[in-house]
């Protein structure tokens, strides 16, 4: 391997821009020359790419977000999009390429590999939802940062005596919910992999809490559930509890990466750039049993992962 590309592709999250100085810098330190791909297969296709030095990536591990941009690409689905990349690939002198980014972005490398660049992904997505890995970078800044905005909500809704739902990020999987749940000691959690949509139990959950006394009741529900602000109205009617959505949206994505992020990410980083130079290609960096591991892309999209059933059961009996 000679010259190492990087890209982000597929959503952002905190801690990409550590990830990235980590593989330039420990690419430069390998002796390797780097190049950044703007804007994931897009870029890619549009031949954004750019020389990178130790200090392009300087003063950018405390951001969030990433400095190449990412972005969703169609026409890297197709065999022509991918044989052109790999065409671009060899033009600029790249041999070796690291994917920052969600499964998407692994079955894209997939493909890239088979056609003779050797790559290496990373797992970038606050959603958690990689099967091969107990960490993805950006999870932690994100549901820290989710924490943080239910803890201000529940101030008021205590003072007001109100029921508040508030939704956070995760079409396909409960991870940020789950946590958040958790750690805001929420009355009721709505994760998609466990939501039966009898709404009636919710009610009924609320009707009993306040006969209790209790002075708040924080739902958390994740994105994948939707319609927090209907569901809102309709708790309301039937409870005569004032309720209120909340949707944090896209402010889960952004902000400066915490502790945990910035040491993950520069470590599966320059991880990524070691394994390029021992010739390894078509893996995907994880982190495993308090290890971090690689594994070969096929297996790890193979693999699967669900919520962890002690925690959501447990989570029921810790808000009572
Ligand atoms: P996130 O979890 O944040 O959504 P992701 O990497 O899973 O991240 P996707 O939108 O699924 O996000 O994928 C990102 C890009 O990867 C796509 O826009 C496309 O260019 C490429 N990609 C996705 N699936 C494939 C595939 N099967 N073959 C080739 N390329 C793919």
């Known amino acids: 391997i000679n010259t190492i590309g990087v890209l982000t592709s597929g959503g952002d999250a905190p801690g990409m821009n550590a990830a990235i100085r980590a593989v330039v810098r420990e690419a430069i330190a390998k002796g390797k020359k780097v190049k950044g791909i703007k804007r994931g297969y897009a870029g890619l296709l549009q031949e954004e790419i750019v020389d990178m030095e130790a200090k392009d990536v300087s003063d950018i591990i405390q951001r969030g977000g990433t400095i190449l941009q990412t972005a969703r690409c169609m026409e890297f689905k197709t065999p022509e999009g991918q044989q052109r990349a790999a065409e671009i690939c060899k033009k600029h002198g790249i041999d070796g390429i690291i994917v920052i980014g969600g499964d998407g972005s692994f079955r894209g490398a997939q ?78 959690i709505l994760l998609p992999e466990k939501y039966d949509y009898d709404e009636q139990k919710i009610v009924n959950h609320i009707i009993e809490n306040r006969k209790r006394g209790k002075q708040h009741h924080i739902i958390v529900n994740a994105e994948g559930i939707g319609h927090s602000a209907s569901m809102a109205k309709r708790i309301e009617a039937a409870t005569g509890v004032e309720t209120r959505a909340t949707i944090l949206g896209h ?61 959501y059961q447990i989570s029921k009996n810790l808000s009572m």
């Open 111 to 188: 493909k890239l590999a088979a056609l003779g660049i050797n790559t290496i992904g990373l797992p970038g997505t606050i959603d958690l939802d990689i099967a091969c890995t107990e960490y993805t970078i950006g999870f932690d800044t994100a549901v820290n940062t989710a924490m943080e905005a239910i803890d201000k909500v529940r101030d008021t809704s205590t003072s007001h005596e109100r029921c508040s739902i508030i939704e956070v990020m995760g079409r396909g999987a409960g991870y940020i919910a789950l946590w958040c749940g958790i750690a805001n000691g929420a009355e009721d």
């Open 251 to 311: 402010m889960q994505r952004g902000g400066s990466p915490t502790c945990k992020d910035r040491v993950y990410a520069s470590t599966m980083g320059a991880l990524a750039v070691d394994l390029l130079c021992e010739g390894k290609s078509n893996r995907v960096v994880g982190y495993r049993h308090g290890d971090f591991v690689d594994d070969d892309i096929d297996a790890a999209l193979a693999m699967q992962k669900c919520i962890p059933e002690y925690q």
